[in-house]
């Protein structure tokens, strides 16, 4: 018998379900690959890149380009294997025996599961019937309980809503505890509150480029924060976490951001469409989004999410014990024609055809 870490084998695990599908609207990617000029130039850097040297002049080069864009020090810049590098080193930096971290339920399942992993006590907000933050109890929440740290995701995933930033700023401005704010869908609501960053020295924002720029793949996420919080923060990391080759990626993929532009529109503009179609039909409940993906609510949630597999159609269907998702499951928004054949569908199973 191993001799594992304490409560590890108690420790829940990430519950997506990963299978080769025809459609796979289930992990809020991006449908499409890169944009072509944007991959040839990614594929050309990469053949310049030194293999035998550790990633230092790549980590940079994406640190600085980043900190220009928001008129920030490079030192308040840290990157990560994907923001979720970023936000279990936040947990881990803020967690530990006896500090509390307060985050919203439903929504990024794996906030619960940093907390455990960072040994802190994680401390869910419930979120009311329509998802949305009551903003005076959750700061409420956040003082009363001494939290350490207090999580909010906007736009939120899986509902799909956001807040305003006069309510994240609210947050940040009533509470002292460090204040992480999870952007990672912000490019398809165009509100990022990293401007906040300047004012509020409690307040961390992450982003991703696994998203709205199509390098899931790649795994590569930043945080902006005043610099003697990303100073802390980066102690969590281990040398060179980050591989060369996502850095050159992600570096010419942030020099090209504006060639993404159309692809949020459309998807923004996909979202609202499909949410359209789904609100006409019975029984199905479609709830706002500011994403690029779509909550719903219906009562054979699960049947139709095995309907859907029959047609090697992907979807994010969340089990009976998550907390507030009884009955839903969440489609992100793929091709126009990947949305139709999606509509069609679930069309079908819902008008029994
Ligand atoms: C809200 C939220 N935060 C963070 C992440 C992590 O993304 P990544 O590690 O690819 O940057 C995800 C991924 O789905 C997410 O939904």
Redesign the pocket.
């Known amino acids: 018998m191993l001799n594992y870490r304490k409560d590890l084998d108690a420790m829940p695990s990430y519950d997506g379900v990963e299978k080769d599908y025809r459609i796979k609207v289930n992990?809020?990617e991006s449908t499409l690959g890169l944009p072509p000029l944007v991959e040839e130039r990614v594929l050309n850097r990469l053949g310049c890149v030194s293999f035998n040297r550790y990633p230092n002049e790549e980590y940079y080069s994406l640190v600085e380009q980043i900190a220009r864009n928001f008129s920030v020090a490079p030192e308040q810049v840290l990157l990560g294997s994907?923001?979720?590098?970023i936000?279990e080193k936040i947990f881990h930096a803020f967690g530990g025996a006896g500090h509390k971290i307060v985050y919203p339920q439903p929504s990024?399942s794996?906030y619960k599961i940093y907390a455990k992993a960072a040994e802190a006590e994680g401390v869910p907000f419930d979120l009311d019937e329509k998802f949305d933050l009551d903003v005076d109890a959750f700061i409420k929440t956040v003082r009363e309980s001494g939290a350490s740290l207090a999580v909010v995701?906007n736009p939120n995933?899986p509902t799909g809503n956001a807040l305003t930033l006069a309510q994240v700023e609210e947050i940040a401005k009533s509470i002292d505890c460090a204040f992480l704010l999870?952007e990672?869908?912000v490019e398809f609501y165009g509100r990022s509150a990293f401007a906040l960053v300047k004012t509020y020295p409690n307040l961390i924002v992450?982003r991703?480029?696994?998203k709205a720029y199509g390098l899931?793949g790649a795994?590569v996420?930043y945080m902006l924060a005043a610099a003697d919080v990303t100073r802390m923060i980066g102690k969590t990391f281990m040398p060179y976490h980050l591989n060369t080759l996502s850095l050159a990626a992600a570096d010419i993929v942030y020099q090209m951001r504006d060639e993404f532009v159309p692809r949020i529109q459309m998807a923004v503009a996909e979202r609202q469409r499909l949410s359209e179609r789904l609100k006409k039909l019975a029984g199905v409940e479609v709830f706002p989004s500011q994403t690029n993906f779509v909550l719903i609510r219906l009562e054979r949630a699960a049947e139709l999410t095995e309907y859907l597999e029959s047609l090697e159609i992907g979807v994010r269907f969340f089990s009976p014990n998550a907390a507030g998702l009884k009955n839903c499951l969440r489609i992100s928004v793929g091709t126009r024609m990947e949305n139709d054949e999606v509509f069609a569908a679930v069309k079908n199973f819902v008008e029994g055809r």
Do not use: L, P, Q, V
């Open positions: 992990a809020n994907g923001s979720s590098e936000i990024f794996m995701c995933n999870d990672a869908y992450a991703t480029f696994s899931a795994r996420g």
